[in-house]
């Protein structure tokens, strides 16, 4: 069955950077777009990019841009996220998940990263 | 960006009521509308896509609806594991916009 295994959560100082990580399971990786989706405390959800493991491409949120990197190692079907120049704004939980183009919408999601930064 | 209006934000409703929550958006977005129902706690889990069509494992008393540029999810008669937070995404045009979420609990 399909599964994205997220790393765990991550305490982080203001300034610094984060890499997270979603280990993908049950299907071929590199079929599918991987999006990370952010949910601050209490509030809906947001878009921050997407990722093709096949070749790299990515999309972002114009809003996300140069905050978020995203990366993918073919090699153990993982897909990264690193979030650089931390506030206190990018205290979330973080959804990697994976986008069904053929439906067009999000059909699996790991289970979360909460990234609290604080000094 | 495409803005997704939900509403309600929030509302209450007995065992066994018919409910609706609604989104619209605000421009044309075909059937690129999905929704989400996410628990406390939990990750968000995909229920509706294609605006109409119920994802697998997801109970026939959920349907989607459109008529025009407003979507409605609806719940026919419910039952108390539906108590959650529902979310809508639009998915035709970068970035991906979701609503603002409502909030159902049981009354």
């Known amino acids: 069955q399909v599964k994205l295994l997220q790393s765990g959560a991550a305490l982080v100082k203001p300034g610094a950077s984060v890499k997270m990580s979603c280990k993908a399971s049950?299907?071929?990786?590199?079929?599918?777009?991987v999006s990370w989706v952010k949910q601050s405390h209490g509030k809906s959800l947001e878009w921050i990019g997407e990722?093709?493991?096949?070749?790299?491409?990515?999309n972002f949120n114009e809003k996300f841009k140069g905050k978020a990197t995203l990366t993918v190692d073919k090699s153990t079907s993982t897909a990264y996220m690193e979030l650089s120049r931390l506030t206190s704004e990018d205290s979330a939980i973080y959804y990697c998940?994976?986008?069904?183009?053929?439906?067009?919408?999000?059909?699996?999601w790991g289970q979360g990263v909460m990234v609290t930064v604080s000094s | 960006d495409i803005q997704m209006t939900q509403s309600p934000s929030s509302m209450s409703a007995s065992l066994g009521d018919r409910v609706t929550i609604t989104c619209r958006a605000s421009q044309d977005i075909g059937n690129y509308l999905s929704w989400f129902q996410q628990k406390p706690g939990k990750s968000p889990r995909r229920m509706i896509y294609?605006?109409?069509n119920l994802a697998a494992g997801v109970p026939s008393r959920f349907s989607g609806s459109r008529s025009g540029s407003d979507y409605s999810l609806t719940i026919s008669s419910l039952e108390s594991e539906d108590m959650a937070i529902y979310y809508c995404?639009?998915?035709?045009?970068?970035?991906?916009?979701f609503g603002s979420g409502t909030k159902l609990e049981i009354k």
């Open positions: 998940t994976r986008f069904d183009y053929n439906n067009y919408y999000f059909d699996y």
């Open positions: 990722i093709y493991p096949n070749s790299g491409a990515t």
């Open positions: 995404l639009q998915s035709i045009q970068y970035p991906f916009t």
């Open positions: 294609g605006a109409t």
């Open positions: 049950g299907y071929t990786f590199t079929d599918y777009w």
